[in-house]
């Protein structure tokens, strides 16, 4: 008995609409459905001022994990943050780095610690005019004891070693004191350049001749070995899609803009901007990766 064709349209119709809803369902959560087909790179930001690497690190570990995922492009808009949160996070870039391509795209500014996470990265790109650099450490330690005593405020401190409480802003640091953090930022610096040095196949004195805390464009950079390549998002993109052996246009997964663990991430990022700013008229806690510092670190 011959079909008719109003019949078989629709019939051919319904599978295709059934493989297709099938097919969303395998889609892993909080990546966007134009990511199903072709080759996939996952786009991770990282803006404003670095204080905490959990969310982080949780991303790339997904994504690590993720075989659909075939490149990560880590976009940093930053001039770093927190010391250790930095170094969490350039841990996890390494780790990343050995299982599938990572590339580095700089924004505006991917200073300090921010240059820092994107050292482990497979290749990193930066615009010409990128600021970047910062290789150092700083702490910022406020001595408010001028203006309590004006205004009639006296802080008793009791303490179990001569150590103990060194950076309290009621009185300036004692020789010791001073010291001791001095030795802290020493060895930070020097944990700093040597992860900068793996990460670029660069020498120790290679780094640190360049480690003085001072910044370089993109294109400085790229001529003293910080940066592989000079160019816009785009170019990361496609050279990401290289190194993933991607044939054509591959499919960008970037976070979501509603729901989901990827919205968590960009919500955290912008808590960071607004501490961002807080932090420019106070002083940091702890050691920083930082430009530019605060203003109170003068």
Known sequence: ??????????????????????????IKPGLRPQALFGGKIAVVPV????????????????????????????RVDSGGGGAAASQ????????????KPVVGSMGGVAASGGYYLLAACTKIVAAPATVTGSIGVIATIPDLHQLLEKLGVKV??????SL????IPSRPLSDAERANLQELIDQT?????????????MKYEQVKALANGGVFTGAKA?????VDELGNFQDAVTLA??????????????????????SELLREQATLFIKDLAAQLGAMPGLAFRWPASPLSQ
């Open 241 to 262: 899609a290289g190194l993933a052996g991607i044939k054509g246009r591959p499919a960008l997964v970037w976070p979501e803009k509603k729901g989901g663990f990827w």
């Open 222 to 226: 790229k001529q003293l070995g910080l």
């Open 189 to 201: 610096y020097q944990q700093f350049v040597a992860d900068v040095a793996k990460g670029r196949h």
């Open 88 to 99: 969490e996070m350039y841990m996890e870039v390494a780790r990343t780095a050995k299982v």
């Open 47 to 74: 803006n404003g001022i670095i204080e905490s690497s959990a969310l982080f690190n949780e991303t790339l570990i997904r994504l690590r994990r993720d075989d659909s995922i075939q490149a990560i492009i880590i």
């Open 1 to 26: 008995m011959r079909k008719h064709p109003l019949a078989v349209a629709i019939g051919v119709c319904a599978l295709i609409v059934a493989l297709f809803g099938g097919a969303l369902v395998l």
């Open 164 to 167: 103990k409480g060194a950076g």
């Open 156 to 161: 008793q401190v009791l303490r179990s070693g």
